[in-house]
């Protein structure tokens, strides 16, 4: 089966004022740490599933318009809350991690322990992700000291 995408309205990209006060993200800075970039199996294999360090996942494809969307309050949260993320690009539909992981709709957040998921929030068809989803993948995340 064909994976799904978001499609349809979205919302405007930004970042609420909630996500703001619950993250205390106040906008990108060159200084934050980027999210690694996944484009083939082995280096997924080697860089996520092959970490002891929390990994927060995000899958995506280069032509969904929700996934771009996204990525700017992904990268963003993720920095200040002092954890390792990655953008997982699974563009070829024949691409393994899309059944290994159950991706039907992208984007979808998957947290990784241990190089295991452990926390996964799944994007809706005409909606994507938004910050309650990006909230609840955090919250899961152990605490950096």
């Given at each position: 089966?064909?994976?799904?995408?978001?499609?349809?309205?979205?919302?405007?990209?930004?970042?609420?004022?909630?996500?703001?006060?619950?993250?205390?993200?106040?906008?990108?800075?060159?200084?934050?740490?980027?999210?690694?970039?996944?484009?083939?199996?082995?280096?997924?294999?080697?860089?996520?599933?092959?970490?002891?360090?929390?990994?927060?996942?995000?899958?995506?494809?280069?032509?969904?318009?929700?996934?771009?969307?996204?990525?700017?309050?992904?990268?963003?949260?993720?920095?200040?809350?002092?954890?390792?993320?990655?953008?997982?690009?699974?563009?070829?539909?024949?691409?393994p991690l899309w059944d290994e992981y159950k991706v039907e709709v992208v984007p979808t957040l998957v947290l990784f322990e241990n190089g295991r998921p452990v926390a996964r929030r799944d994007g809706v068809l005409g909606r994507g992700?938004?910050?309650?989803?990006?909230?609840?993948?955090?919250?899961?995340?152990?605490?950096?000291?």
């Open positions: 089966m064909p994976p799904r995408i978001s499609t349809g309205r979205g919302g405007a990209g930004l970042i609420s004022s909630t996500m703001r006060n619950v993250l205390g993200v106040a906008g990108l800075d060159s200084s934050m740490a980027r999210p690694l970039e996944i484009s083939t199996v082995p280096d997924f294999r080697r860089e996520v599933e092959g970490s002891p360090e929390p990994t927060v996942v995000m899958f995506t494809t280069s032509w969904c318009p929700f996934c771009r969307r996204f990525k700017p309050k992904f990268v963003e949260a993720a920095a200040k809350a002092d954890l390792r993320c990655a953008m997982v690009y699974i563009d070829d539909w024949e691409n992700l938004g910050d309650h989803d990006l909230t609840a993948i955090l919250a899961r995340a152990p605490q950096h000291a």
